[in-house]
């Protein structure tokens, strides 16, 4: 084994030393090309005052300068750019673009759709994990499974099986844990509830299992049972934070030599997958045996089965591929929202008006679960999530794969084979997209005459736009709706650390490293 790690570090030198002569050289050559190709393309890459190529090593000297502030790095150099556009250099010489720009994201997710995939590259590196999954698929296996889900997810009955679910987990999971944590001066870590929270509630809505993880937090008696949900839930966290790793080596298929040995992170990719997979399977055999009707519900497993697909590797595909869309995304979503709203007080109260008339309207009082048509008519907390969510967007960038060379609506090239990205964060963060007041939460940009107005979706490509949108956008929100409700109006949520703002941790989602740590007292 010492042999291999000896192997492993060599070749892992000798790699990087080819990549930082290949970038050197091939940007050189890269810029030569796109100035015949191209001037504006040039011009957005080269220009920028901030993104500097250095000899031999491109732009890695300043990644590495920059990577504890990624995300701000990158909005400061996008923004810098004229057209919110550029070319750069990944280590390995994988060329491509990033953008923050409105026209172009349309271009990429809409007008040239087709020329956009997620391509061979992005599936591959997570096809041990999510296979052929919605998530992880291209032309017709996407087209396949998006006719299905889309058709499933506007019925009627998985909205109210959606809705009962998040009711269930907040009514006898959620609130007693906070109302149990107020009588102490602990804190809480109030992103690893929410983590627990969505990730009970999406294995409910995919196969109708409920792994419990939510109540393993509390003293509950439910605590024995749910030791299997609690390893399942362990083994995906690690399965999906291993297999993102892939995209971060500096030597782009180091990873793949290290499958092939079983060593290291893939030695342990492997075992979480197993660890998913095999409990994934049970449950879809089982389902299998008893399609007569006896064993089918309304989860999304019995509507594909109901639907006539039988192979267990393809359902199994779907079922993980809706489950790591449904998992981290409204956790993410509302950790930010918590830590943005204990700043902004007038923010707070103007919530607690809007559930005040809402509760008057509807005769209910404090305690009263909220039905749907109650959580749409919250047309403020719905600004104040969304607005939250442009600064801090649960999905911060999303990346896809040329087919053929194109010109971007800004005039940028694109070569064959180019990884072309779009920067949510830092669209969400343009002056040049939202204004002056681009780096302030203002609810009320969302509103008209108090009723939700909702912007371009390619200015904000939160849930991603055209197409490929994502399909849970409408029970996140109430998901979202729902649990922040019901938490403001019982809870006053104070942050332990509130002037230091939370390290963002970069995974497939937008987590805060530490975690967010509270103390919730009861509201008067
Ligand atoms: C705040 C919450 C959420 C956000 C911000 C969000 C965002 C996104 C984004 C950016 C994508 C595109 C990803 C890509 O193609 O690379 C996506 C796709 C998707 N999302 Fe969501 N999502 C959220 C919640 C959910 C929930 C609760 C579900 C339901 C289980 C869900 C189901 C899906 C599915 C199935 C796709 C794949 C669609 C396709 O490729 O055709 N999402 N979402």
Redesign the pocket.
Known sequence: MSLLFSIQSLLSLFAFFIIICYLYFSNNNNNNNNKSKSTKSTTTSTSSPILRNYPLLGTLPQFIQNRHRFLDWATEILASSPTNTLTFCRPGGIRGVSTANPLVIEYILKTNFRNYP?GPRFTSYLHDFLGQG??NSDSHL?KLQ?KT?SFEFNTKSLRNFAADNVEFELQSRLLPLLHNSSHTPTPIDLQDLLERFAFDN?CK??FNVDPKCLSLSSQHSEKNHSVVGAEFMQAFEDAAMLSAGRFMYAVPNLWRLKKRFNIGSENRLRESIKTVHDFADRIIRSRLVGRDGSGLGSDLLSRFITNGHDSPEFLRDIVI??IL??RD??S??LSWFFWVLASRPDVERSILEELEGVRVRYGKCVRDAYSLEELREMNYLHAAITES?RLY???PM??KESLEEDVLPDGTFVGKGWFVSYN?YATGRMESVWGKDCMVFVPERWLENGMFRAENAFQY????AG???????D??YI??KAIAASVIERFVVEIVEKDKPPTPLLSLTLRMKEGLMVRVKKRC
Do not use: N, Y
Request: a positive charge; charged letters at 15%.
């Open positions: 997620k919605i998530f996407w998006r889900a999406v809505l995919a591929s809706f869309a449904g995304t409204t993410s979503a969510m967007p649960p999905v999303d990346e949510t490509p939160i849930f991603h197409p490929r949108i994502c399909l849970g956008k029970m996140a998901q979202m």
